[in-house]
């Protein structure tokens, strides 16, 4: 297929080989992960000039891999600064084809259905995101104003605007704005989880709203990791069944994000239940003085 989607393999992605077939797209490692961000995000990512990107792109694809999310894994855990992450291969937001941050509604706070000229919903056990922005460069005050952009797949597995059966959807996708106190709050779904992956949101922040017109602008990009207790409960309830034979495969050890620290601090807080909805909160640390990923 031309583009992979979560729990199918896949061939070629975008008309390129992929280096592990058997893979999915997301799990493809470093060399395919710069190809398919460019060069000037790449060089953002890894806080390289030119020739540095040169001399990375000889070493061994496993060991740069390793080094490079060893090294940001020490920093955040010292400074308290959320781990800088892959916005993987489904972004929207126009550094990998489609832009939904373009689009005129997507600033709100309920996600759960498409908008602009899309109509579907997403089915799924209620979450509440709560993610806390704070500002480590100015003494880790609330980040008023900051945009945050989070997008995750659905119940089906798919995510909106790139899987089949999707593609004609930009649900699950949304931005708000920081109040005050540094907080964002949306209302979604209770994400799947597909082959290779522990169960995440993804979520970049921007400095301000007027910021989202351009993917480069983002100061911080990561992801949440849901707690294992709640995704047992919620995978146990009708429309999730293939996700309890993909999180029986994967651990937040042997994630290929998480896996460094087990999702240390990215792991959310979890309240609620499978009927009234589950909560998720996330204190996102973000230092303006670091190399963005992106």
């Not at 694809?61 to 489904?90: D, F, K, L, Q």
């Not at 964002?184 to 989202?212: K, L």
């Amino acid at each position: 297929m031309q583009h992979g989607q979560p729990g199918k393999g896949v061939a070629t992605y975008q008309g390129r080989p992929l280096p592990r077939p058997d893979e999915e797209v997301v799990d493809q490692g470093l060399g395919f992960d710069l190809g398919t961000m460019g060069r000037r995000r790449a060089l953002r990512m890894l806080g390289l000039g030119a020739t540095a990107l040169g001399l990375a792109a000889c070493s061994p694809e496993t060991s740069a891999s390793t080094s490079a999310s060893a090294s940001a894994t020490s920093a955040s855990a010292s400074s308290g600064e959320i781990p800088e992450e892959t916005a993987g291969p489904y972004p929207g937001d126009g550094s990998n084809g489609p832009d939904v941050l373009q689009q005129s509604g997507v600033v709100r706070s309920d996600i759960r259905t498409s908008f602009g000229d899309a109509s579907g919903t997403a089915e799924g056990v209620t979450m509440t995101l709560e993610l806390t922005i704070t500002d480590l460069a100015n003494g880790g005050k609330p980040f008023a104003g900051t945009a945050v952009y989070v997008w995750q797949c659905d119940r089906e597995e798919r995510y909106s605007l790139y899987s089949d059966g999707a593609t004609d959807q930009n649900y699950l996708r949304g931005v708000q704005i920081a109040d005050a106190s540094g907080v964002v709050r949306f209302t979604s779904i209770f994400p799947a989880c597909y082959r290779g992956r522990w169960p995440h949101v993804h979520f970049e922040v921007y400095p301000d709203q007027a910021s989202i017109a351009d993917a480069g602008n983002t100061i911080a990009t990561s992801q949440v990791a849901l707690p294992k207790d709640a995704c047992d409960k919620v995978y146990a309830t009708a429309g999730y069944e293939s996700s309890v034979a993909n999180l029986a495969q994967i651990s937040l050890q042997s994630d290929n994000i998480f896996g460094d620290d087990a999702g240390a601090s990215q792991l959310g807080t979890v309240t609620g239940d499978v009927t009234s909805g589950y909560t998720v909160r996330l204190a996102v640390g973000v230092d303006t003085r670091t190399a963005p990923a992106r």
